[in-house]
């Protein structure tokens, strides 16, 4: 089994950064493709970044291209998601996933889901 934190979300300022970070109890993330997502206050979950386990390919939506930056430190069992150029659009909640042995990546079908950290951006 894998408990998945999510921690670093908070309220920041319009054209503000953030780190999220994902770190993982239980079983090692070595193994493990990760994602992000978020939900929005009366949307559907977006899937907004991954990585791949081996750390050397990555995926984002096309709305946080060039924004935001996924990586991960197996050594930390932590996934981390860098915001930067916030928007208020991008308020919302972000959950972490995980994904162990995927065949094809990016994928949406995960295994292990976080309880979210709360990302706010003020206009």
């Known amino acids: 089994q894998v408990r998945l934190v999510e921690s670093g979300g908070g309220l920041v300022q319009a054209g503000g950064s953030l780190r999220l970070s994902c770190a993982a109890s239980?079983?090692?993330?070595?193994?493990?493709?990760m994602g992000w997502f978020r939900q929005a206050p009366g949307k559907e979950r977006e899937f907004v970044a991954a990585i791949k386990w081996t750390g050397d390919n990555t995926h984002y939506t096309d709305s946080v291209k060039g924004r935001f930056t996924i990586s991960r430190d197996n050594a930390k069992n932590t996934v981390y998601l860098q915001m930067n150029s916030l928007k208020p659009e991008d308020t919302a909640i972000y959950v972490c996933?995980?994904?162990?042995?995927?065949?094809?990546?990016?994928?949406?079908?995960?295994?292990?889901w976080g309880q979210g950290t709360q990302v706010t951006v003020s206009s």
């Open positions: 239980g079983r090692t993330l070595s193994s493990a493709d």
């Open positions: 996933a995980a994904k162990y042995y995927g065949l094809v990546f990016p994928t949406m079908n995960y295994d292990y």
